[in-house]
């Protein structure tokens, strides 16, 4: 789907093999009523609406679960379907509680759970999320709100943080094969990947992050650049690294809504090309049994539970369904 932190997620659920556990419905987007399912949902105690296509809106999870409640209503959201209340609506806890405590019901070895959250160093794991977060996830809706804002100032500096942030990144890439210093991907690694992956088709054009270039190809709405070296080569291998480990996971299309409100393109100008994006992130990612020694040497929604009923809504894009086993 359209959002990366909903998205990352899903990418938990994928590598830990909760497919059976946890199953997915699609979000269509926001309307005037907040975000809407146009055709329902499968979650209990509203699987009729799917039954009828009948819209099924995200603010009756929350009225169900408070009746007074007044927060915003988003995604992601974890729903218990036996006490009828909201587990969490934080992307980043769901995908760690997915490690830990619903890794022993998936089909994935135990080890894939443990190394997104690795034993002993889930503080260094918040701490290493929390910097990316501020600095590139959401650095780059930072820099692109500010263009439909009409504060031109405030995109310039904020661009320049995620270039740093870009810089660092790429840096740091050099001389490991993921974010945190290990020979498995952890959960940061599905946050920083799922911003990645858009860069190209989203960000760079939608937001203006068009500077230093792309990751994956130069620039997609020109095709003449196609084939042309990355401003980011380790970037590059690590984001088709974690592509072919999340592809299942990945609609490259819904990342042209972005267009739908930002002013990063003019209106006559092309959209990226996403078929030559998508090609790139196919081709070999060259870090397969990289070992950090080596790579140091040549370094300059609704979610269900069905286990006992727990339901869950990924923001902008996926809904997804957990059934708890007996």
């Known amino acids: 789907g359209v959002c990366p932190w909903a998205s990352s997620c899903r990418a938990a659920r994928h590598l830990l093999g909760l497919e059976d556990v946890v199953s997915m419905d699609v979000a269509d987007g926001q309307s005037g009523a907040g975000w809407v399912l146009l055709h329902g949902t499968s979650c209990s105690p509203w699987e009729a609406t799917a039954a009828s296509a ?15 409640c007044t927060t915003r209503i988003t995604m992601p959201v974890l729903w218990d379907k036996k006490l009828n209340v909201i587990v969490s609506n934080d992307s980043w806890a769901i995908v760690k509680m997915f490690a830990k405590a619903f890794r022993s019901l998936g089909t994935a070895p135990e080890s894939v759970g443990l190394g997104l959250v690795p034993p002993g160093r889930e503080e260094e794991l918040d701490a290493v999320h929390q910097q990316w977060y501020s600095s590139l ?43 945190m210093k290990g020979d498995r991907p952890t959960a940061v690694d599905l946050r920083v990947a799922s911003t990645l992956i858009r860069f190209d088709v989203a960000y760079m054009h939608c937001m203006d992050l068009r500077k230093r270039g792309g990751i994956l190809v130069p620039d997609a709405t020109d095709p003449s650049t196609i084939g042309a070296d990355s401003s980011y080569p ?45 090609a790139s992130a196919e081709k070999p990612h060259g870090r397969d049994g990289d070992s950090e020694k080596s790579r140091e040497k040549r370094a300059p929604v609704l979610l269900q539970l069905a286990v006992g009923g727990v339901a869950l809504a990924l923001g902008a894009a996926i809904l997804l369904t957990v059934m708890r086993r007996r």
């Not at 809106?57 to 007074?68: A, G, I, K, N, T």
């Not at 780059?140 to 270039?163: C, D, F, I």
């Open 234 to 278: 380790h970037i590059a291998g690590y984001t088709r690294d974690m592509y072919q480990r999340l592809k299942p996971c990945v609609d490259w299309a819904s990342f042209l809504q972005y267009y739908r409100w930002t002013k990063g393109l003019g209106q006559s100008e092309k959209l990226p090309a996403v078929s030559h994006v998508v």
């Open 137 to 179: 996830l959401n650095g780059v809706y930072r820099a692109g709100v500010p263009l439909v804002m009409g504060k031109p100032e405030v995109h310039a500096k904020v661009s320049q943080e995620v270039y740093a942030a870009m810089d660092k990144l790429e840096k740091l890439l050099a001389t490991q094969r993921f974010v």
């Open 54 to 68: 009948t819209p099924f809106y995200l603010h009756e999870v929350y009225r169900l679960s408070d009746p007074l």
